[in-house]
């Protein structure tokens, strides 16, 4: 296919997306299905082309001044790609697959229209109804935090220390150009380019082997930040696929006992596998079954219960674009049931002196310290362990990711501009 053919395929696309309401993931996999000619290289370039859309949706469709999918695309070359009107006019030639030549007002909005009236929400892509949210968290920086969170993402990965060491991985992974990520002492990053070309990390043999997951920084942080030891009694109360579970088993350095459930058993399919390649011996998968408790053997005696909450993943907006958009108020409402359902879960697993560590991939105050003080206030048997005593985990990183994390009262908050991070929130609380 020619540049401009991908063009025409991405703005389809995108009409598709908001049309139809589909998530962009499954239009671009049945796009590809159904347009078998389209190689590799084509379809990870229409891919990075929409998603570079739906990170602009909002500025884009400013700078047109017109919502369509051709004028969002058109808006996105200019300001996530930096491309000149010539340029652009060259690949909108009208030739057989290629977009309609610009039109004069599209030109005109291009030499002359600027996002420097637009609102904040509108020039940093949040939506609208996001933004008192994000005032209560960043203040006067929530559109210069909300531009991170509209950014492209790395791809990080996390060393597995029972299966393999940095050093050596960062040798065998040299042709990615992978590099050491700032805090965490395990994490590798590769950045990847506009197009949206999956390295293909699955097949490299320091994957295969179990020596790498793929895990972003501030996930491989929150984990650390949990403090889990070797020997300790640690239940993973909201494993999921487990990128939790696996980051925690390497910390137990294969010594104690880790217990991983979820409420979903569909979620923890995947997590069986990942155990097993990355060397874990010491996890038991509690899968429930029906109604039971599958936890129902444990008072009391957890050290440290760590609950990766089902939240509204605004801290993933980089890797998730189109998520943002689909967000709606409900869905916030939903959750913060949720997280104080599954608090509640977690007070009779915990022994006098353990833990709960409580994760967050939101940067929403009402799922963060608000759960967090909501919880404390009714269960004045646990308090929080301050801040600068949870970051010490970080060793000589610590004093500068306590200048670059925002530290609250409730945790520590992780944002893509204040540590290059996905948003996570992390909260330690001590049960007396
Ligand atoms: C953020 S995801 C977990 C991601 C996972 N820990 C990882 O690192 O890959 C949140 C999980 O919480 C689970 N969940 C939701 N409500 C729950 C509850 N009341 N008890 C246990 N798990 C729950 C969801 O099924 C979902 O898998």
Redesign the pocket.
Known sequence: MTPAARLSAAIELIDTIEKDRVPAAKALKEWGTAHRFAGSGDRAAIAGLVWDVLRRYASSAWLMDSDTARARLIGMLRLERNMDTPTMAAMFDGGRYAPAPLTEAEQAALASRSLADAPASVASDYPEWLDPHLAKVFGETRAAEAAAMASRAPLDLRINTLKGNRDKVLRSLAHLGAKPTPWSPNGLRIELGADARNPGIQAEEDFIKGAIEV?DEG?QLAALLTAAKPGEQVI??????????L?LAALMQGKGRLIA????KR??APIHERLSRAGVHNAEIRTPKGEADPLADIRSTADLV?I????T?TGTWRRNPDAKWRMRPGALEIRLK??A??LE?AVPLVKAGGRIAY???SVLSEENGEQVRAFVARHPEFSLVPSEQTASVLWDKADAFAEAALKTPEGWLLTPRRTGTDGFFVSVLKKA
Request: charged share 25%; with cysteine; net charge negative.
């Open positions: 895990q996930s993973d109360l909201c494993a999921g696929a487990g990128g939790k579970t980051a459930t979820d409420r979903d979620q923890l760590v990766d909450a089902p939240c993943g949720d997280q359902e599954v879960r994760i967050t991939c």
